[in-house]
């Protein structure tokens, strides 16, 4: 199994290579991320992205999804993501979430937030295939999803268990040795089971969202060191843009639910 964490703009596009083909995970911010694919693609592979077969989104979020739509135009590539994806941006309140994502993307993208820009970004993905826990990726067999909520109401990793290999969505990261937890954290509770969860399957290989691919061990590392920060208050730095996190209509569900206490930073 040969894979290549691709640097995108602000995220990686982790292009898996196995005997079925091509699988990519997760597409990058848009236009400039799709440019960055080609020129990889054709440089190391002497393919294009018309030889990916399926395009799986760990979650919605710009840095991740933004390139999806214009894949599947483009590509025709068909694109696999957790049945709740589109969720997340419905109703009103989704439709404010999504603009207010949109513009943290591209003022941390170093673009006028006041502008519209060039995240090419649709509110709705519509899936080809619509996911599950624990399934089997289509044409991908050896691959099969891992559902690991927390920073959303949908995130989605891979695991192969032959290679020993998982692509994860945002949980973790070390930011010059620094380990933080993404912005924002909406469910708690979730969190800290998804990240035991990763940590019980032991793979060799982790390939993220963001930074560098890890082994193991340096996984294991960060993974138990994240699930004792995520115990603190939330830092002042992140308060805003997780304050700002607030309108999708997923959030509120849980609450209504009653599974979900209101978070103590309130
Ligand atoms: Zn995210």
């Known amino acids: 199994m040969k894979y290549h964490s691709i640097k995108g703009c602000l995220s990686n596009l982790t292009l898996l ?4 083909g091509l699988l990519l995970y997760d597409s990058g911010s848009g236009a400039g991320d799709i440019a960055r694919l080609e020129k990889y693609m054709q440089e ?11 395009l799986v989104i760990s979650h919605m979020h710009p840095d991740h999804a933004g390139g999806a739509a214009i894949l599947r135009e483009r590509y025709a590539i068909p694109v696999a993501a957790h049945e709740r994806l589109d969720k997340w941006y419905a109703g009103l309140g989704g439709i404010l979430q999504h603009r207010v994502d949109t513009y943290l993307t591209e003022s941390i993208m170093g673009k006028n937030i006041f502008k519209k820009g060039e995240l090419s970004y649709p509110r709705m993905i519509h899936p080809d295939h619509r996911l599950k826990d624990w399934e ?18 949908h995130d989605i ?12 969505p945002d949980m973790f990261m070390n930011i010059n040795g620094t ?5 924002p954290v909406l469910f708690k509770e979730k969190m800290l089971e998804s990240l035991q ?23 294991a590392e960060y993974i138990k060191k994240a699930q004792k ?25 849980e609450r209504r639910k009653g599974v979900m206490s209101p978070p103590d930073t309130l």
């Open 229 to 253: 920060i995520i115990e603190r208050p939330i830092n002042n730095s992140v308060r805003i843009p997780f304050l700002l996190s607030h309108f999708t209509p997923e959030l509120w569900k």
């Open 44 to 54: 190391h592979l002497q393919k294009t992205p018309a030889d990916i077969k399926l």
């Open 197 to 219: 969860r990763l940590l019980d399957l032991e793979a060799q290989i982790m390939l993220p969202g963001h930074g560098p691919v890890l082994d193991g061990a340096a996984a």
């Open 157 to 168: 990793g891979l695991y192969n268990e032959k290679a020993g290999m998982i692509c994860y």
């Open 17 to 20: 290579e196995s005997a079925e």
């Open 179 to 183: 380990i933080v937890l993404p912005v």
């Open 136 to 153: 089997r990726l289509p044409i991908f067999k050896e691959w099969q999803t891992i559902f690991l909520p927390g920073h959303t109401s």
